[in-house]
T-cell receptor
Framework: GAVVSQHPSRVICKSGTSVKIECRSLDFQATTMFWYRQFPKQSLMLMAT?????????EQGVEKDKFLINHASLTLSTLTVTSAHPEDSSFYICSAPRHAGTDYEQYFGPGTRLTVT | AQSVTQLGSHVSVSEGALVLLRCNYS??????LFWYVQYPNQGLQLLLKYTSAATLVKGINGFEAEFKKSETSFHLTKPSAHMSDAAEYFC?????????FGTGTRLQVFP
């Protein structure tokens, strides 16, 4: 079946540094991918829609200069957390939708746990 | 715009008992509806989905959900809970490719 991978699965960085998280669709092409953020014991909050070949669309309240998204190809989207601070520590999850005829499913990556010290 | 409301942030049942997790949605267009399960420190696993076909949807691990348009509901049920069902469950709605999640329900199963 379709698989979405994320790398790294865990990352610890110092405050002020930048961290890049990759999201790949492994056996299908995704012109759109989504980035979510999940705080402990909370739901997934949609951060932005990553669009291949164009700018990402950010949800209200998400700083686009802080969370840089690049959809480099039909199978890769990256999220870069710039000048990370402890409050950016969270679980980041990406997803990619796949339409096959009348069937539709959203495939999720395994998530990346970011800890900023 | 779409939204999802999950009633009950915590549900506790005994092993073997019926599981009922509630989800109500709001959508201005015919929605797709999903239930996902998340185990600690893991990603999301799709349990089942409604995409305008049969209103009673059967998923993995013995779960099923019924789409009721008149009640704008998509409640998740399982006849007999198992210890391994203890996890966080999320209902989600989409009309396009963007998924909107509910706040989640933590299911505890007691022996």
């Amino acid at each position: 079946g379709a698989v979405v991978s994320q790398h790294p699965s865990r990352v610890i960085c110092k405050s002020g540094t930048s961290v890049k998280i990759e999201c790949r669709s492994l056996d299908f092409q995704a012109t759109t991918m989504f980035w979510y953020r999940q705080f402990p014991k909370q739901s997934l909050m949609l951060m932005a829609t990553s669009n291949e070949g164009s700018k990402a669309t950010y949800e209200q309240g998400v700083e686009k200069d802080k969370f840089l998204i690049n959809h480099a190809s039909l199978t890769l989207s990256t999220l870069t957390v710039t000048s990370a601070h402890p409050e950016d520590s969270s679980f980041y999850i990406c997803s990619a939708p796949r339409h096959a005829g009348t069937d539709y499913e959203q495939y999720f990556g395994p998530g990346t746990r970011l800890t900023v010290t | 715009a779409q939204s999802v409301t999950q009633l009950g942030s915590h549900v506790s049942v005994s092993e073997g008992a019926l599981v009922l997790l509630r989800c109500n949605y709001s959508s201005s267009v015919p929605p797709y509806l999903f239930w996902y399960v998340q185990y600690p420190n893991q990603g999301l696993q799709l349990l089942l989905k409604y995409t305008s076909a049969a209103t009673l949807v059967k998923g993995i691990n013995g779960f099923e959900a019924e789409f009721k348009k008149s009640e704008t509901s998509f409640h998740l049920t399982k006849p007999s809970a198992h210890m391994s069902d203890a996890a966080e469950y999320f209902c989600a709605v989409s009309a396009t490719d963007k998924l909107i999640f509910g706040t989640g329900t933590r299911l505890q199963v007691f022996p």
